[in-house]
């Protein structure tokens, strides 16, 4: 009705939005276990804590007195034994010894080229006594902000000049790395035996000391040592290499897997030796090389700090050959430059043209030694390295003419040719700029060609090669009744 007063509508407020649960956070002190739940700190140390604190029983660590060498290995190592005898001419080493070895060859080394004793890099050998005599001995190098440290693991039960080849090599890393490197340091290895053996030629001087071999007694340290002459320390190189042929300087330098087993291991020795003898009797010979040691690490070969340092005798690896052939006729009275027979120069040839290289089937497995094919190092090598590899097969192709025989010469003089031609064409395309309208010239046919080539002189050179004259004896004719 028209008067009447309408009721008051109050408003509706709305319900307020739910407050979000507050986050459980972990306590801030941990709460101690209930009894006999989990393991509980124990009240006392045990009574055997001090057997528990030792190291591995029968095990120990020594340090050489200059703190730079370091040995971890059985206390009283035993020998392998077996039904074959495979312990002949191997020794015993313990820790304490193995540190007294590694000073000793250190400073008769550096005495032999003419530096004072000086302090160096880490070395720290681990003794396995499970490791077999003849396994390789590996140097693991590893690089620091501040230099280097050196890691080598060595059979209880060892060869003395085995170790004392080992401990050459690290000291001779040690004096190469002197200053920070972005690559790995390699040692020839003829300096390495050659100055091993070098230096247990040496009369009076006592390199490797064997651990006594009794247990639990106390028993007379014996020593290790060659006996050489006083006044002849080649007297060895000279009675071998009297009725062994001398390795070429080619094969000293770069040896083939044949080179470094049985027999020839041993001539290897001996050349390796005299090589260094020889070089160490030259003017300044000790100056000269610490300077090419030193060297090393600046250049991708060897042989290019070889030159460096006796650029003023030698102008070339030619000359080197030519000199290590007159050492030879001098010291032993063999020939150098006589020609090789047929048979015995086509298998040179074929020893020529492999070249010595490590492969690894899986990267967890060990290197394998191995041959490759010129072939194959230009197919898949990187030129820097095809480079230096196929420059120095180039000099031995033209340093095998002076004993290879007329009828192989036209394969040599093919061989030789193939590969400068290679190499010339290949540093003109690496080296090429191209300008505005040029096109870089491609590769893989020049590749193709020249394996092609390669190839094609193998085939020849096979057929080539003469029968070996068979020993069997002529059927025997009975005369018929």
């Known amino acids: 009705m028209v008067g009447e007063s309408q009721p008051s509508v109050k408003p509706v407020n709305p319900e307020p939005a739910p407050k979000p649960p507050k986050p459980v956070l ?12 989990g393991a509980t700190a124990p009240k006392r140390l045990p009574a055997d804590i001090n057997r528990l604190l030792k190291p591995r029983a029968g095990y120990k660590t020594a340090r050489s007195l200059s703190g730079q060498f370091m040995a971890y290995g059985p206390i009283s190592p035993k020998r392998r034994g077996g039904i074959l005898d495979s312990n002949a001419g191997t020794i015993l080493i313990a820790p304490d010894h193995v ?3 590694a000073e000793r060859v250190r400073n008769a080394l550096f005495r032999r ?5 000086m302090p160096g890099s880490r070395l720290m050998m681990r003794l396995n006594p499970i490791m077999l005599p003849r396994a390789t001995v590996p140097v693991v190098t590893d690089r620091h902000i501040n230099g280097y440290t050196y890691e080598l693991t060595l059979p209880s039960e060892i060869e003395s000049d085995k170790l004392v080849r080992a401990l050459v090599q690290v000291t001779l890393l040690d004096l190469a790395n002197q200053k920070p490197q972005l690559r790995d340091t390699e040692i020839p290895l003829w300096m390495t035996v050659g100055f091993t053996q070098v230096l247990l030629a040496q009369p009076d001087l006592v ?7 009794t247990e639990g007694r106390s028993v007379p340290t014996e020593f290790a040592r060659k006996d050489i002459r006083q006044h002849d320390s080649l007297v060895g190189v000279r009675a071998r290499l009297r009725v062994r042929r001398a390795f070429d300087f080619s094969e000293i330098a770069m040896p083939s897997p044949a080179h470094l087993r049985g027999e020839n291991w041993r001539d290897f020795q001996a050349c390796s030796h005299l090589l260094v003898d020889r070089l160490l009797a030259v003017r300044a010979g000790g100056v000269r090389l610490q300077n090419m040691i030193r060297k090393l690490p600046d250049n991708m070969n060897w042989q290019t700090s070889f030159l460096k340092v006796y650029g003023d005798l030698f102008s070339d690896m030619l000359e080197v050959e030519k000199w290590w052939a007159v050492t030879i006729v001098q010291f032993t009275g063999q020939n150098q430059y006589q020609n090789w027979t047929l048979l015995e120069a086509v298998e040179k040839f074929e020893n020529l043209l492999k070249l010595p290289a490590e492969v690894r089937l899986n990267d967890a497995d060990s290197p394998l030694e191995a041959e490759v094919t010129l072939q194959q190092v230009i197919r898949g090598w990187d030129f820097a390295v095809q480079k230096q590899t196929l420059k120095q097969k180039i000099n031995q192709l033209l340093i095998a003419r ?14 030789g040719h193939i590969l400068e031609k290679y190499v010339t064409t290949r540093q003109r395309i690496e080296s090429f700029k191209p300008r505005r309208g040029q096109v870089r010239p491609r590769l893989a046919p020049v590749v193709d060609e020249v394996v092609r080539q ?17 020993s069997q004896p002529a059927a025997a004719t009975f005369p018929q009744n």
């Open 402 to 415: 002076v004993k290879m025989p007329r009828q192989l010469l036209p394969f040599l003089n093919e061989y």
């Open 113 to 117: 080229v003419g530096l004072p004793p």
């Open 99 to 101: 540190v007294v070895t």
């Open 454 to 470: 390669l190839d094609s002189v193998d085939r020849r050179l096979v057929l080539f090669k003469p029968e070996p004259r068979s």
């Open 26 to 37: 972990p306590p801030r002190t941990v709460q101690p276990k209930p009894p006999g739940q």
């Open 207 to 213: 390199l490797v000391i064997e651990s006594p071999r």
